[in-house]
């Protein structure tokens, strides 16, 4: 990633203001997607199988999460695909393709993937966005794997990573060129500012009950909503309001979609959540944007 020069991103998030999303394309270099994807590889061939730390990630099943994904956020681990195992649990894909994605401390953790997260460009583009005191919050690897790759329901990040008030963005970038066949975004364009948050995804006080649960403020069906397509070329950099609502389908076709997407709160003027799943603590408070590198 160049991070000599000057970056001018005003037309982007004026963009991104008004409809929630904004693709940039050529945000990262050809060396940068090729170095995060090897090391992306790196990782998962010294990621050990053990069956007692197996867990599928689903959309549709929030909380079914489990004490290894409640303690991830200051760790790298792996998270599994739902079609990756028979009903005896045993892997029916090999190991490079069952994992759904690595979560959620490689911004901090992995210095191929912290020299590219704090890179003067994103420093550039959230400072644009109007993020006087941004923090990184949680990264992941997305590898949305040919055939297998998990469908993404209709979902607003915030619902997650809730802050008071809203101030919180995702940014995702592609390392394979992401098109309709292999399950690029899909939002509703203005949606961050007509639609409010239905459900929020906290930790559960409730000795008896799941560490995780979903609270359902409002019922919302987004059936009869528009969804516009966001396909883009690999190395682009798509941003997302926290409340924008957006999703994706299932990889059917046979060529992968991974991305490397992480998100960041501002610190100035909200709150984050104590209710929320994900947590600062002791090995990693959530690391200041623009004084890190």
Not at 95 to 100: G, L, V
Request: negative net charge; charged residues 25%.
């Amino acid at each position: 990633m160049d991070d000599s020069g000057d970056f001018s991103f005003a037309t982007c998030v004026e963009q991104f203001h008004k409809n929630g999303l904004v693709s940039i394309p050529d945000f990262l270099s050809e060396q940068d997607v090729e170095q995060l994807k090897q090391e992306c590889e790196r990782i998962v061939d010294g990621t050990e199988y053990s069956e007692g730390q197996i867990t599928v990630f689903s959309t549709r099943n929030h909380e079914g999460r489990n004490k290894y994904f409640l303690e991830s956020g200051d760790k790298i681990r792996a998270f599994y695909e739902e079609d990756a195992f028979d009903e005896q649990g045993n892997l029916v894909v090999s190991k490079s393709r069952s994992i759904n994605k690595i979560g959620h401390a490689l911004h901090w953790l992995n210095p191929v993937f912290r020299r590219v997260t704090f890179s003067s460009k994103v420093k550039a583009l959230v400072k644009e966005i109007g993020f006087k005191d941004p923090r990184l919050v949680q990264s992941m690897y997305i590898f949305k794997n040919p055939e297998i790759g998990g469908e993404v329901t209709a979902h607003q990040d915030a619902t997650f990573l809730y802050t008071e008030p809203n101030k919180l963005i995702g940014l995702w970038l592609p390392l394979e060129d992401a098109t309709m066949e292999n399950g690029c975004l899909w939002y509703i364009p203005g949606s961050h500012n007509s639609m409010s948050l239905p459900r929020r995804f906290v930790r559960n006080n409730d000795p008896d009950g799941p560490l995780l649960k979903m609270v359902d403020i409002s019922i919302h069906d987004y059936s009869n909503e528009t969804f516009v397509p966001v396909p883009v070329c690999k190395g682009s950099c798509v941003v997302i309001h926290g409340n924008v609502v957006h999703k994706s389908e299932k990889n059917c076709s046979l060529f992968p979609r991974p991305a490397y997407t992480f998100h960041i709160i501002d610190r100035d003027g909200s709150e984050y959540s104590q209710e929320n799943w994900l947590q600062p603590s002791e090995e990693l408070p959530f690391p200041s944007l623009y004084e890190n590198s």
